[in-house]
């Protein structure tokens, strides 16, 4: 059965695009909290049997194993094995790289994933001045290199021939300056250039694009309401929209491919 992979699935956007998505796609629910994992996959429609995956993206070194773990890959490889990954954790644990859903078990041997959408995200903004090696690697482990890691994992056996669709959820910060955001823009102006550059590498039928999205009010960034980092002059977009464009994207013809879609409400335009 063809599933599309959501990472970051528990945040706001990450809801918004399971339960645009849900009506019409087999889902298969990423993040790090089982709770929040399976609350989700009992709110959303049933009309495939959708699917959660624990994976913690700071992780990276584990993120194979974690894919493979859904996959049912016939082999892993002996580093994969060694840095464990769930699947011999003792039953009945919460552990990263686990399917939760213990009852599905039985029908991963036909799983492919043939969209990824990475919607996962850590946004921790401060001065420069304050510069924090260990904050600034988990930053572009979740937005980035967990990413990489995903992708690569998707291209190989088991899946290799099944990817067919990427959605990359990136930022404005990434294509013009606001205070405070220089280790999370780096991050995400990675994921632009992803696009662009996996557009040239990967196969021709595989779409990969990027959305960069304007502030979006969320229960993660609430916080900059009263932040002299936040900006309220610009029209604000909702998880909902950004749902909608993501289903455009897994609808939409062929040829819409390497791009990096600005969803901002004119706010990098008009100066914002």
């Known amino acids: 059965m063809k ?15 399971a339960h645009k998505l849900a009506a019409q796609h087999a889902l298969i629910l990423s993040a790090k909290d089982s709770q929040k994992l399976q609350a989700l996959k009992e709110e959303l429609p049933q009309n495939f049997a959708h699917k959660t995956l624990l994976c913690d993206l700071n992780d990276i070194v584990n993120i194979p194993s974690a894919i493979y773990s859904i996959l049912k890959a016939p082999e892993q490889t002996r580093s994969d094995k060694v840095r464990g990954g769930g699947a011999e954790d003792k ?4 552990k990263k790289g686990d399917v939760v859903d213990s009852q599905d078990s039985q029908e991963h041997s036909n799983i492919t994933i043939e969209n990824f959408i990475h919607c996962a995200g850590e946004a921790a903004f401060g001065a420069i001045k304050h510069f924090d090696y260990m904050r600034a690697l988990e930053s572009f482990n979740v937005n980035y290199f967990s990413c990489c890691a995903i992708i690569a994992a998707l291209l190989k056996k ?3 021939n099944a990817l067919k669709n990427i959605i990359l959820i990136s930022s404005i910060s990434a294509i013009k300056g606001y205070k405070g955001t ?17 557009c040239a590498e990967l196969a021709d039928n595989i779409n990969i694009n990027s959305l960069q999205l304007g502030p979006i ?19 604000q977009l909702t998880p909902s929209d950004v749902a909608s464009w993501v289903a455009y994207l897994l609808a939409c013809p062929h040829g819409l491919n390497g791009q990096n879609i600005t969803l901002d409400g004119g706010m990098s335009i008009k100066g914002a």
Do not use: F
Request: charged residues 15%; hydrophobic residues 35%.
């Open 91 to 94: 039953k009945g644990e919460d």
């Open 158 to 160: 088991p899946n290799h």
């Open 217 to 235: 009010p969320t229960r993660a960034n609430a916080y900059l309401d009263t932040s002299r980092l936040c900006n309220n002059t610009y029209a």
């Open 182 to 198: 220089s280790i999370y823009a780096g991050a995400k102006a990675g994921l632009d250039s992803l696009a662009r550059s996996l």
């Open 3 to 17: 599933y599309t992979l959501l990472s970051g699935a528990s945040s706001d956007i990450g809801q918004a695009i």
